[in-house]
């Protein structure tokens, strides 16, 4: 009898393929023959469900873009506000990852995030271990709750920094990691050196693995705002994904250690992490990570990747001044975190010049509310603090000429200083569409009707919903 884990991957590769009907009732079966009530399709992990997921073509090359939404669950998690979508895609990309044939090349799985407060995805990663992948991982975070820090070990796992409480006045773990009878030095990136950074990427690469149609392909890149967590950083909040299939510009080079690919970047996150755990770290002095088309500067044909720290230029801003703010310009903000003036002084010169500006922060600094306000064009104002992604959608025409095109810029970068001078992050700048835009109508969903936007219509003290203009 297959396990819950096969049912759930069957399932959701059936919607995929559009014969979700006949396997769902087959499912039923498996399940009553086991001794069961069958459930629900939903409690299989469908998920052809409007505003979940779309797959579409980005630079010729397949992306899968998924969702969560936690007032409509795409994937009910084990309450009724946690939707488990993503965290049910990232298990997928792992446990589809194959082992590697007898004398072949390795088969490789990286990744870099916050941390993984998940026990599934890490027992997916252990199972990928198990049977022979290399993975190789690099958190912020301990976490206890899933055994000590052996287990990172299990799977290639290494930690940014030295000592890093999560909140409140107890630390995940002792400020004493190495036994030395000395405190830990406090930085806490992997690339950035930082004192003051952390590893706030939330990325991995794949060799090769399946799409969610069950094709083996290989280069393949996941970026998303989800940390593997049931906070509102993960299935407890609103965030998307995307997955590149066969970019190997976007992927990297596993013979050139310098490359320019995402690959490339958590392999020197790895290198430059603890190991063993409590072992002097080698930094390398990248506090100003990001050099254009150099370090910290990826290049693919389905999305282009800035990597943080920058100490030099404003990117962000950089991005918004491309655009010419006319009539046809449309910026979509949808933030966890919106701190930094510049932005919005930006996103107010661009209203005041005709762009139709809407804004959505988890939260937000006093202030930026009150530059925000000061717009005299059309400039609408809300927050919700279960908001975790960190995306801009941009529609116009680019002051280089041109047509309307239609962009997202998503990852791991909150409108913060830190995000910008100090982390370790991914602005992931997905390639532009034109007339046909699948990728752009999903992420505007996202915000809108699937999304915060269409559920902060008035202020709420239930949902915490603030309109503020």
Same mark, same amino acid.
């Given at each position: 009898?297959?396990?819950?884990?096969?049912?759930?991957?069957?399932?959701? #590769? @059936?919607?995929?393929? !559009? %014969?979700?009907?006949?396997?769902?009732? $087959?499912?039923? &079966?498996?399940?009553?023959?086991?001794?069961?009530?069958?459930?629900?399709?939903?409690?299989?992990?469908?998920?052809?469900?409007?505003?979940?997921?779309?797959?579409?073509?980005?630079?010729?090359?397949?992306?899968?873009?998924?969702?969560?939404?936690?007032?409509?669950?795409?994937?009910?998690?084990?309450?009724?506000?946690?939707?488990?979508?993503?965290?049910?895609?990232?298990?997928?990309?792992?446990?589809?990852?194959?082992?590697?044939?007898?004398?072949?090349?390795?088969?490789?799985?990286?990744?870099?995030?916050?941390?993984?407060?998940?026990?599934?995805?890490?027992?997916?990663?252990? #199972? @990928?271990?198990?049977? !022979? %992948?290399?993975?190789?991982?690099?958190? $912020?975070?301990? &976490?206890?709750?899933?055994?000590?820090?052996?287990?990172?070990?299990?799977?290639?796992?290494?930690?940014?920094?030295?000592?890093?409480?999560?909140?409140?006045?107890?630390?995940?773990?002792?400020?004493?990691?190495?036994?030395?009878?000395?405190?830990?030095?406090?930085?806490?990136?992997?690339?950035?050196?930082?004192?003051?950074?952390?590893?706030?990427?939330?990325?991995?690469?794949?060799?090769?693995?399946?799409?969610?149609?069950?094709?083996?392909?290989?280069?393949?890149?996941?970026?998303?705002?989800?940390?593997?967590?049931?906070?509102?950083?993960?299935?407890?909040?609103?965030?998307?994904?995307?997955?590149?299939?066969?970019?190997?510009?976007?992927?990297?080079?596993?013979?050139?250690?310098?490359?320019?690919?995402?690959?490339?970047?958590?392999?020197?996150?790895?290198?430059?992490?603890?190991?063993?755990?409590?072992?002097?770290?080698?930094?390398?002095?990248?506090?100003?990570?990001?050099?254009?088309?150099?370090?910290?500067?990826?290049?693919?044909?389905?999305?282009?990747?800035?990597?943080?720290?920058?100490?030099?230029?404003?990117?962000?801003?950089?991005?918004?001044?491309?655009?010419?703010?006319?009539?046809?310009?449309?910026?979509?903000?949808?933030?966890?975190?919106?701190?930094?003036?510049?932005?919005?002084?930006?996103?107010?010169?661009?209203?005041?010049?005709?762009?139709?500006?809407?804004?959505?922060?988890?939260?937000?600094?006093?202030?930026?509310?009150?530059?925000?306000?000061?717009?005299?064009?059309?400039?609408?104002?809300?927050?919700?603090?279960?908001?975790?992604?960190?995306?801009?959608?941009?529609?116009?025409?680019?002051?280089?000429?041109?047509?309307?095109?239609?962009?997202?810029?998503?990852?791991?970068?909150?409108?913060?200083?830190?995000?910008?001078?100090?982390?370790?992050?991914?602005?992931?700048?997905?390639?532009?569409?034109?007339?046909?835009?699948?990728?752009?109508?999903?992420?505007?969903?996202?915000?809108?009707?699937?999304?915060?936007?269409?559920?902060?219509?008035?202020?709420?003290?239930?949902?915490?919903?603030?309109?503020?203009?």
């Amino acid at each position: 009898m297959p396990s819950t884990h096969q049912i759930l991957t069957m399932s959701r #590769r @059936a919607v995929a393929s !559009g %014969v979700a009907g006949v396997l769902i009732a $087959t499912l039923g &079966t498996i399940l009553q023959l086991g001794g069961g009530a069958a459930p629900t399709a939903s409690a299989h992990g469908e998920t052809n469900v409007t505003g979940c997921q779309v797959k579409s073509t980005l630079g010729g090359r397949i992306t899968w873009h998924h969702f969560t939404r936690p007032h409509a669950p795409c994937e009910l998690g084990t309450s009724s506000a946690q939707d488990v979508h993503i965290r049910n895609e990232m298990i997928r990309l792992i446990d589809d990852t194959p082992a590697p044939a007898a004398g072949a090349d390795p088969v490789i799985i990286r990744g870099a995030f916050l941390a993984i407060r998940e026990p599934a995805v890490v027992d997916a990663l252990k #199972r @990928a271990h198990d049977r !022979g %992948v290399t993975v190789r991982f690099t958190f $912020t975070y301990d &976490t206890p709750q899933l055994g000590d820090k052996s287990f990172y070990r299990a799977f290639g796992g290494r930690r940014c920094g030295e000592f890093k409480p999560l909140g409140g006045s107890s630390p995940l773990y002792s400020p004493d990691d190495d036994g030395d009878g000395t405190l830990s030095e406090g930085r806490w990136g992997c690339n950035s050196d930082h004192t003051s950074g952390i590893a706030h990427t939330k990325a991995m690469t794949f060799s090769k693995t399946k799409d969610p149609e069950g094709v083996v392909r290989p280069w393949v890149v996941w970026t998303g705002s989800h940390n593997a967590a049931q906070s509102h950083g993960g299935s407890g909040g609103y965030n998307n994904s995307m997955t590149s299939y066969n970019d190997q510009a976007l992927y990297g080079d596993h013979e050139n250690y310098d490359g320019l690919g995402v690959y490339n970047i958590l392999r020197q996150m790895y290198n430059n992490a603890d190991e063993p755990i409590g072992a002097p770290r080698r930094l390398k002095g990248w506090v100003d990570y990001y050099v254009p088309d150099e370090r910290g500067t990826v290049n693919g044909l389905s999305a282009n990747i800035i990597a943080s720290p920058e100490a030099q230029t404003d990117f962000i801003v950089g991005r918004l001044n491309l655009w010419q703010p006319n009539g046809n310009c449309e910026v979509r903000v949808q933030q966890a975190v919106f701190r930094r003036a510049e932005i919005a002084e930006k996103l107010v010169q661009m209203s005041n010049a005709g762009c139709r500006v809407w804004v959505m922060a988890g939260t937000y600094t006093p202030s930026i509310v009150d530059i925000l306000k000061r717009a005299a064009g059309a400039m609408s104002i809300r927050e919700m603090p279960r908001v975790h992604d960190k995306s801009f959608l941009v529609q116009g025409n680019r002051k280089s000429g041109g047509s309307v095109s239609y962009q997202v810029y998503a990852g791991s970068h909150n409108l913060n200083v830190p995000s910008l001078r100090q982390n370790d992050e991914f602005f992931v700048m997905l390639t532009p569409e034109g007339d046909t835009h699948p990728v752009y109508n999903a992420y505007n969903a996202h915000f809108g009707p699937h999304g915060p936007w269409g559920q902060c219509t008035v202020d709420n003290s239930a949902n915490g919903c603030q309109i503020y203009r």
